[in-house]
Nanobody, 119 residues
């Protein structure tokens, strides 16, 4: 089991940037698929981005592609989400998650970090 702790959320104006971090403990993240999800008030949790153990990334094409970048630093046991050109509709609680491989269930979740984008 891996424990995930997100940080880096906050309040930012539209057009601004934030970088979220998710630090893992309990086991190495290097062999895991890692992802970011978000949940806005009154909405279902949605996929934001993922990155494989060898650095292949994927993004939600409808909402964040071209503005957000996911990356990982296995030496620091951390995954990042760089968010640029933020919009008010990006306001949500952002969660990081881990799973053993592509197609497996996301079975490890962090507690979430709040991102609020003001217009």
């Amino acid at each position: 089991q891996v424990q995930l702790v997100e940080s880096g959320g906050g309040l930012v104006q539209a057009g601004g940037s934030l970088r979220l971090s998710c630090a893992g403990s309990g086991r190495a993240l290097s062999s895991l698929f890692l992802g970011w999800f978000r949940q806005a008030p009154g909405k279902e949790r949605e996929f934001v981005a993922s990155i494989s153990w060898n650095g292949i990334s994927a993004y939600n094409p409808n909402s964040v592609k071209g503005r957000f970048t996911i990356s990982r630093d296995n030496a620091k046991n951390t995954v990042y989400l760089q968010m640029n050109s933020l919009k008010p509709e990006d306001t949500a609680v952002y969660y990081c998650a881990a799973r053993p491989g592509h197609g497996d269930r996301w079975d490890n979740w962090g507690q979430g970090t709040q991102v609020t984008v003001s217009s």
